[in-house]
């Protein structure tokens, strides 16, 4: 579905919905219309769209075709992989210089600190699907700058891990997070640290 295909770019894209309305000077809510499926954007404006969440107007309406970014699949756009049960025990940046495994993303040019995880499943019995669903290969950036809607991977103070949608920047410093899986807000840094954020996510079983 159109709707569908749009909302899954612009995440992969780590784009927000004003974002995405502000390169056609629109509300973030038309956009959110269009990923809803309430409405749909005018044919006039797909190959703009097509442009600014990096694929063509083939994919958009019926899934196919080449994103304009698929020629980013050698080694030097790879990432390194690095294990999501680890993300913990290590500094990340040790881990990623010493990976044998990489993986190439396909919607987003990633800078030289960028890395790749799993997204497993949380454990709680009361856990719902994310934006994110279990099993995606998830790319982070931990240089990128934080911005309201973006997804992250959090730190939290009891040694686990967790995905967070920022929220409006706390004052006079930080920002608001809001846990995917419980619900609950926290501050960064002081109850939370962020290490990094999502710019692309795919469902793969492969590298």
């Known amino acids: 579905m159109l709707n569908e295909r749009l909302k899954n770019l612009r995440l992969a894209k ?3 919905l004003q974002q995405v309305g502000d390169a056609f000077g629109i509300s973030a809510a038309s956009v959110a219309s269009w990923e809803k499926g309430k409405n749909q954007p005018d044919s006039r404006k797909l190959s703009k769209i097509a442009d600014v969440l990096g694929t063509s107007v083939e994919f958009l309406l019926n899934g196919t075709g080449d994103s304009k970014f698929a020629h980013f699949e050698s080694i030097e756009n790879g990432v390194p992989f690095v294990a999501w049960s680890k993300l913990l025990s290590e500094p990340v940046l040790r881990q990623a210089s ?4 990489w993986v190439t993303p396909l919607h987003t040019k990633p800078s030289q600190l960028s890395f790749a995880t799993r997204y497993p499943a949380p454990s709680e019995l ?13 790319f982070v950036d931990p240089v990128k700058d934080l911005v309201a809607d973006s997804i992250v991977i959090v730190s939290l103070s009891n040694d686990r891990l967790e995905l967070a949608r920022v929220q409006l920047p706390a004052k006079p410093k930080g920002h608001y997070l809001k ?15 962020v290490i990094g954020t999502v710019v692309e996510w795919r469902i793969s079983g492969i590298f």
């Open 179 to 193: 846990l995917v899986t419980s619900g609950n807000s926290v501050l960064s840094p002081k109850e939370a640290k």
């Open 14 to 16: 780590g784009m927000t």
């Open 98 to 101: 010493n990976a044998t495994d």
């Open 126 to 138: 009361s856990w719902t699907q994310g934006p994110i669903p279990a099993g995606a290969i998830v």
